[in-house]
């Protein structure tokens, strides 16, 4: 896999454009420090701080903006970034998040809220990033990456998980039986953030309906 050096810190990035390209992105807290109250996201087998690990495409060459990474970002991006949305369902009750549902199952935070998240994604975390190499694909660069560094607030339900050796070593070490998605295998936090996440969703579909009634 060829990357970039090393962890840099999400803030000092200046040059969007250089990373306007095929790429996955491993984003981890920079100090690790715990951001539930009673839930240990900051914690993996490898206690290495990674919280997230997606992919991204360049979609145009002028508009580094247009890339996923940078939606990550953007305070008005949060309905189109799991990662936003699942730090949004992690913080909710600590920094009084007031989740809410824009569209069909979009779901957003408010306006303070999400200027408090940009905030703490640049000052707070860092970012590697991986290009796929030899015709790799970024789903497979993507699926590795999750192998290699366990990030904790991964929750995709996609049928992902390759029952190779590895996964099956990683299930025997955790004492489960192979689950069906690949992030609930290497996610041991699958369930605890899926758990959160519903009732984050939940509660902007309540607060939702109430302002409709008044």
């Known amino acids: 896999m060829k990357h970039f050096k090393n962890f840099d810190s999400i803030s000092e990035i ?29 914690k993996n087998f490898k206690n ?18 247009t890339h996923r990474f940078y939606g990550h970002l953007r305070d008005k991006k949060t309905r189109y970034s799991s990662l936003r949305r699942n730090l949004s369902a992690v913080f909710m009750e600590e920094k009084s998040f007031i989740p809410e549902l824009k569209g069909k199952r979009r779901y957003d935070i408010d306006e303070e809220g999400n200027k408090e998240l940009t905030r703490f994604i640049k000052e707070d975390c860092k970012v590697k990033f991986y290009k796929p190499e030899n015709k790799e694909g970024l789903d497979k660069l993507e699926t590795r990456l999750i192998k290699k560094y366990q990030p904790t607030l991964n929750r995709q339900k996609v049928e992902k998980v390759c029952n190779d050796k590895e996964d ?12 069906k998605f690949r992030d609930q295998l290497w996610n041991i936090y699958f369930d605890k953030i899926n758990d959160l996440y519903d009732n984050f969703t939940k509660k902007a579909s309540k607060l939702k309906k109430t302002s409709k009634k008044t």
Not at 15 to 36: A, E, Q, T
Request: aromatic content about 8%; hydrophobic content about 35%; some cysteine.
């Open 14 to 42: 200046n040059d969007f454009s250089k990373v306007n390209i095929d790429l996955c992105y491993v984003i981890k807290l920079d100090p690790i420090v715990k951001i539930h109250p009673e839930i240990d996201f900051h």
């Open 48 to 65: 290495n701080g990674v919280i997230y690990v997606g992919k991204g495409s360049k979609k145009d060459e002028k508009k580094p903006s």
């Open 168 to 179: 099956k070593m990683f299930a025997e070490k955790r004492n489960i039986e192979m689950p």
